[in-house]
């Protein structure tokens, strides 16, 4: 029962590189998230996907890109990385629902020099 | 601004004793908070959620207060166990939909045996 599944678990980028985060859920959600948690500081939503087809921007969406592939897979890109996109990258999931929490993946730890 | 607020960066209880984690809020459209708990090199994992229209929710040793007129929360766990060692961050959403969460900082709460 694998829940939220996150690729990779760990990276390190060189100032103005690419890469694409991956994020798989296997719990038929329909929503699905993308947060990022640095140092002293709450989880901050980056960008979400409320159904297959929709994203719209979070909190901090700056600098990033998404895509929801389908229902299981959502993915953020950071197209161009900067230093300060170091953080520790959270994906999750959840049907929708007031009542409904959200599901975590274990997290992504990019370091960008 | 901070909209959610854990000004308790840390707390330290005995085993068996009760643990008390407070989080207070500004924005007056919240109306559906929830408690997460968070390990090490592990993704946030739902503990309890309240609505607005509760001013308690209980489940096993797990219980939230809410206090609306005061806009404060508190996550109460009795007896403490040395498991329940981690990284507590409250959260908060309106608008009937549970897409966008706001996190607290969290508070880190150690269980002495």
């Known amino acids: 029962n694998a829940g939220v599944t996150q690729t990779p678990k760990f990276q390190v980028l060189k100032t103005g590189q690419s890469m694409t985060l991956q994020c798989a859920q296997d719990m038929n959600h329909n929503s699905m998230y993308w947060y990022r948690q640095d140092p002293g500081m709450g989880l901050r939503l980056i960008y979400y996907s409320a159904s297959e087809g929709t994203t719209d921007k979070g909190e901090v969406p700056n600098g990033y890109n998404v895509s929801r592939l389908n229902k299981r897979e959502f993915s953020l890109r950071l197209e161009s990385a900067a230093p300060s996109q170091t953080s520790v990258y959270f994906c999750a999931s959840s049907e929708r629902g007031r009542a409904q929490p959200q599901h975590f993946g274990d997290g992504t730890r990019l370091s960008i020099l | 601004d901070q909209q959610v607020k854990q000004n308790s960066p840390s707390l330290s209880v005995q085993e068996g004793r009760i643990s008390i984690l407070n989080c207070d809020y500004t924005?007056?459209?919240?109306?559906?908070f929830l408690w997460y708990k968070k390990y090490p090199a592990e993704g946030p994992t739902f503990l309890i959620s309240?609505?607005?229209?509760?001013d308690k929710n209980e489940d096993g040793r797990f219980t939230v207060f809410l206090n609306k007129s005061a806009k404060h929360l508190s996550l109460h766990i009795v007896p403490s166990q040395p498991g329940d060692s981690a990284v507590y961050f409250c959260?908060?959403?309106?608008?009937?939909?549970?897409?966008?969460?706001?996190f607290g900082k969290g508070t880190l709460l150690t269980v002495n045996p």
């Open positions: 924005n007056s459209m919240f109306d559906y």
């Open positions: 309240i609505s607005s229209i509760k």
């Open positions: 959260a908060a959403n309106s608008g009937g939909s549970n897409y966008k969460l706001t």
